[in-house]
């Protein structure tokens, strides 16, 4: 198979999937008298929980014991983290956290 055509396809299968993915629930359950009562609690508990996953997945490589000891992703984490209780906009906190980390790898530390 030609390669142009084997990675549009591939591009295909994964817009089809992931919009599967997205719209499914939306399609099974039309109301929310409709949905079962343990969805509606993970819908309340997967984003904190995959939140603080992926926090631990970034911040496991951490070097607390060489210079600079962990400053730069220590001190976005703080920013994102106050940008968010601030102004309760995850795309500013992430966007923002991520800037600053950025800045303070290059151009700082």
Known sequence: ????????????VMVIGTAGMRFLPF???????????????LSEALPQAIIG???????????????PFGAPALIACAATAALQFWR??????????????MILTHFVF
């Open 1 to 12: 198979m030609r390669t142009e055509l084997h990675s549009a396809l591939l591009i295909v």
């Open 53 to 67: 996953m992926l926090v631990i997945y970034c911040l496991r490589t951490l070097k607390l014991t060489a210079a």
């Open 88 to 101: 309760d906009n995850s795309i500013l906190s992430i966007v923002g956290g991520t800037a600053l980390y």
């Open 27 to 41: 399609l099974l359950f039309k109301d929310e008298a409709s949905t079962p009562r343990w969805i509606r609690r």
